[in-house]
């Protein structure tokens, strides 16, 4: 059974960096044909493909957001981590991590919420 867990701050600042976290168990993020994505939901809104990583190292963003976004992993913990520069109040949402194949959505972790405060 695959297994996800979001961590990280529930308030950031506005300007500041948004780091989150997850940590997968049951799967290894490097296995083939598995991508590992982003995805947040901000209040009242539908849901945002933010970027994703594939075979711990590939990685692909939305465009609207490449410019700020950059996924990472830790193949030794199993994590992946998500890093977002210059939030706005906009960027409050529900964060989660999921895994995919071929935008087939099948496991999701409970996800975060991110509140982006001044």
């Known amino acids: 059974q695959v297994q996800l867990q979001e961590s990280g701050p529930g308030l950031v600042k506005p300007s500041q960096m948004l780091s989150l976290t997850c940590t997968v168990s049951?799967?290894?993020?490097?296995?083939?044909?598995?991508?590992w994505s982003w995805i947040r939901q901000p209040p009242g809104k539908g849901l945002e493909w933010m970027g994703a990583?594939?075979?711990?190292?590939?990685?692909y963003y939305s465009p609207p957001l490449r410019s700020r976004t950059s996924i990472s992993s830790d193949t030794t913990r199993n994590q992946f981590s998500l890093r977002m520069s210059s939030v706005t109040p906009e960027g409050t949402s529900l964060y989660c991590c999921?895994?995919?194949?071929?935008?087939?959505?099948?496991?999701w972790g409970q996800g975060t919420q991110v509140t982006v405060y001044s």
């Open positions: 049951g799967g290894s993020i490097t296995t083939s044909p598995y991508t």
């Open positions: 999921a895994r995919d194949v071929d935008w087939s959505f099948n496991y």
């Open positions: 990583i594939v075979y711990g190292c590939l990685t």
